[in-house]
């Protein structure tokens, strides 16, 4: 893998009461990212999407991996932070183990990470 998994959670409501027929707004984003993956000839990240990442409460929520590096989860993200989370995820590929402080991150993500784990292979 030469490029980190976004994985985005299509399911997230944000904390908002969805309406019949409404796309929740973790598939809005999900969409967002795809249309400027589309647009892009050297993609920075596989997209992928997922059913409930268990981070409701903080939705929209991702998860950003790549191996040998720590995995991220993200949350309190919303569709108009598709362009900074590509930008985020381009930082976090050139880290040699995925750790992007705050003051390196778009500053609409200085505060979205959740949690981190350990890859498969990590040993402290
Ligand atoms: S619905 Fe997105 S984390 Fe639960």
Redesign the pocket.
Known sequence: MSRPRLIV?????AGLPLAEGET?Q?AVLHAALSGLLAATSAPPVDLHAA??????E????AAIAMPGKWTYVLGRLSPDLAEDLLRYAGVYAASATGTVMPSRRPASLARAVVARVPHLEYAA
């Open positions: 959670c299509t399911t997230c409501r929740p973790g059913s409930c990442m268990a981070n409701c903080q939705g929209c929520s």
